[in-house]
């Protein structure tokens, strides 16, 4: 790892994300784009970036839940590599980078939840959050489960596709208002955050999504019944890379995700990758970020070879 940007020695917090764009922009202007999608809930900027200047359009987005900030560590250590790569004109494990930064134009949310991240790392504290205290103080000793954005409303059951339906299943399971985790909203595209995502979406059209979660090892591609050209192919290219498994379609399992929702309006490839191993509801620990990064490397590169 050569990395010199992109420093694996604490929990990613939001400031990290920031001051990580500023040198990585700096370093590699000519090659990277850097804005903003919209704002969090607190005023946070939602960043974006991109790579590349091809027809074909590639996004991975992460931290859309606020204690899988791994996400946004292992997706900025692929940046700062492809950058450097590129910089170089090297190539790299048979794939040609000059090839693909010419195909694709690779887009890049590193941090869906920036304001539940910082909550959950520690890096806001409650005292700056008296509006969501009532909500937020049962959390600060077991803030690693939080995954919610910061008014509790769980960013990955926010999108339109089976929004009802996924009411309904957790209402099942007790969960009716804003919550840790699995509250889907009062409707959907409720949040700044999923509607910066919505819009974004819409007016890029991208080809193919990838949006990262934790933990599991495992690759998840379809939604319902729709039939989308390539997409369990590629999807066994990622698995065959990562040792990841492909899961197998499991009707009426999953709804009102980024990926769900993706799939239905675009029908286009689209996945919810579940990075590393790790225990159930907690964040994957920092000394694990290199192997886990090494597991899902060459996703990225054949994302772009494969569009
Ligand atoms: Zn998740």
Known sequence: MENKIIKINKKYSYRNLKNDLEYLKYEYLDNLVIGDIGESILGEKIKFLKIGKGDKKIFINASHHANEWMTSLIIMIFVEKYLNLIKNNQNYKGFNIEELFNKVSFYVV????????????????????????????????????????????????????????????????????????????????????????????????????????????????????????????????????????????????????????????????????????????KSLKLENAIKVYQEVEEIFFIAMEEI
């Open 110 to 281: 590193p941090m869906v939840n920036p304001d539940g991240v910082d909550f959950c790392v520690g890096e806001r504290r409650i005292s700056e959050l008296e509006k969501y205290k009532e909500l937020l103080e049962p959390y600060v000793n077991s803030l690693d489960s939080w995954k919610a954005n910061i008014r509790g409303v769980d960013l990955n059951l926010n999108y339109p596709a089976g929004w009802e339906q996924a009411k309904i299943n957790k209402a099942k399971i007790g969960v009716i208002k804003p919550n840790y985790r699995d509250y889907v909203g009062p409707n959907y595209l409720s949040e700044k955050e999923t509607i910066a995502m919505y819009k974004f979406s819409m007016i890029h059209k991208f080809d193919l999504s990838i949006s990262l979660h934790s933990q599991g090892q495992e690759i998840y591609w379809n939604y319902q019944n729709i039939e989308v050209p390539r997409a369990k192919e590629i999807g066994k290219k990622f698995a065959k890379a990562s040792g990841y498994l492909l899961t197998e379609p499991v009707f009426n399992s999953s709804f009102a995700g980024y990926k769900d929702w993706f799939i239905k309006e675009f029908q286009k490839p689209a996945y919810t990758i579940e990075i590393g191993k790790g225990e159930e509801g």
